[in-house]
Nanobody
């Protein structure tokens, strides 16, 4: 029902900032992205994918403890776009960041139906 594509990854030094963007494109005219829950996950090779931040269709948000106070998730329903502003980045934030969407589920568990291919974020010390 929805295709998601991430962008905005890159390399930054510790303490710096990066902003990620995810565009969610409906496959059919009847699909309304504004009704979907959206989230950011990240994964380090060899480790499980973990939830970073999520926002539901009424803009309720939740964050992993490791990023609270440093990351901010937001959405622009007029552009079908999800954002993740990452500040005070640490080397341990280095990972591939994935965007996810689901019509029903939300939160930081991997129950989302639609996933992007990911964008690399590298934080050097």
């Amino acid at each position: 029902q929805v295709q998601v594509v991430e962008s905005g990854g890159g390399s930054v030094q510790a303490g710096g900032s990066l902003s990620l963007t995810c565009v969610a494109s409906p496959r059919y005219d009847s699909v309304r992205v504004r009704n979907y829950c959206l989230a950011w996950f990240r994964q380090v090779p060899g480790q499980e994918r973990e939830g970073v931040a999520a926002i539901d269709n009424v803009r309720r948000t939740t964050y992993a403890d490791s990023v609270k106070g440093r990351f901010a998730i937001s959405r622009d329903n007029t552009k079908n776009t999800l954002y993740l502003q990452m500040n005070s980045l640490k080397p341990e934030d280095t990972a591939i960041y994935y965007c996810a969407a689901d019509r029903v589920n939300w939160g930081l568990l991997r129950r989302y139906q639609y996933w992007g291919r990911g964008t690399q974020v590298t934080v050097s010390s």
